[in-house]
């Protein structure tokens, strides 16, 4: 396992011991890839939606310019390492996109965006 997968599946744990998240909410991964994929998978969760500019995604997106509509997502995840990770463009798409209010995890915190 490598650190990355090891810090994600704690963070998903975390969010369900604090019942921030359920297994069957409707997931969006921005910018994701197979390791998004194992975390997710590992956990149990059941509908995950991972999109990507590359062949990584399930679908092709661009993180800045979702077509979903409004609440199509429950909850939305992006990686840190994406260019538009802290972008104030990306954090509205990815509110708009879902029910909840995204959030940012470190490896110290899970915060609100």
């Known amino acids: 396992m ?8 704690r963070v998903l744990r975390a969010l369900l011991d ?16 197979e390791v998004d994929r194992e975390a997710f998978a590992a956990l149990g969760f059941t509908e995950v939606t991972i ?9 092709r997106q661009d ?5 979903y509509p409004d609440d199509s997502f429950d909850v939305a995840v992006i990686s840190i390492a994406h260019p538009s990770a802290e ?3 990306i954090r509205t798409v990815l509110d708009e996109v879902t029910e ?3 959030l940012h995890a470190s490896p110290h915190s899970i915060q609100p965006c």
């Open 51 to 59: 999109t990507n500019l590359s062949q990584d995604g399930d679908e």
């Open 63 to 67: 993180a800045e310019a979702l077509t």
């Open 100 to 102: 909840t209010h995204p």
């Open 18 to 33: 604090q019942r921030l998240i359920e297994r069957d909410a409707r997931v969006l991964v921005v910018a994701g890839g």
């Open 87 to 89: 972008s104030q463009g």
């Open 2 to 9: 490598t650190e990355r997968l090891g810090f994600y599946e």
